[in-house]
């Protein structure tokens, strides 16, 4: 279990959990890596993303004659089978009529969603991390994460008091108004859309 605060209030507001589900692969007896059929090691090549796993058969070449046991074996992990993209979208509430209007920053306010996922920040260690999306005070009011692990993500809508302009929320700085605190199930290959309300 991972916790974060993620309206700097000193209370923990955002809590997910994240590693090992598994076994993913199963090993034969007394293994432990994984072999192909004829007991050697596949090239494992993460490509972009997608991983390749190859086995050059049992003459461990490529080179012709490749059909039966000779054949070269390759079976992909396609990306999209595991991660999914994900679009956050502001609004404020209209004081007057109670609609939802475009949020409208001024001065040094910045707009932008804390998103909390594995590695969201960049990391390989399988954590949940935060990371800043800064969103631009004028356009579509939308910020996007690309290729995030399925699984359970969290996310907070924010407008704060830029101070240093870095579109950072730094120690020191205020936040003006957020949303609620959004969980969301991202599944494989399957894009979600988020809408927040600034109160």
Do not use: C
Not at 15 to 25: A, I, N
Not at 27 to 36: F, V
Not at 180 to 192: E, I, K, R
Request: hydrophobic letters at 35%; zero cysteines; charged letters at 20%.
């Amino acid at each position: 279990m991972q916790t974060f605060d993620s309206n700097r209030d000193s209370t923990i507001d955002v809590t997910l959990s994240s590693g090992w589900k598994g076994p993913y692969v199963h090993l034969g007896a007394g293994q432990t890596s994984i072999l192909d059929g004829w007991g050697r090691a596949p090239l494992i090549d993460p490509d972009g993303g997608d991983f390749n796993f190859l086995s050059y058969g049992a003459d461990t070449d490529s080179v012709a004659p490749e059909d039966g046991y000779l054949a070269d074996l390759s079976e992909v992990i396609v990306l999209s089978d595991y991660a999914s993209n994900v679009t956050f979208r502001l609004f404020e509430i209209d004081g007057g009529t109670g609609t939802r209007i475009d949020p409208s920053p001024a001065g040094n306010e910045q707009l932008g969603v804390l998103f909390y996922g594995v590695n969201a920040n960049g990391g390989t260690t399988g954590a949940i991390e935060e990371l800043m999306l800064p969103i631009a005070g004028v356009g579509t009011f939308e910020a996007s994460q690309i290729n995030v692990m399925h699984g359970v993500t969290a996310a907070r809508g924010v407008l704060w008091s830029d101070t240093d302009a870095d579109q950072i929320l730094d120690a020191g700085e205020s936040i003006l108004r957020s949303s609620y605190v959004h969980y969301q199930t991202l599944s494989g290959n399957a894009d979600l859309r988020v809408e927040m309300e600034l109160r």
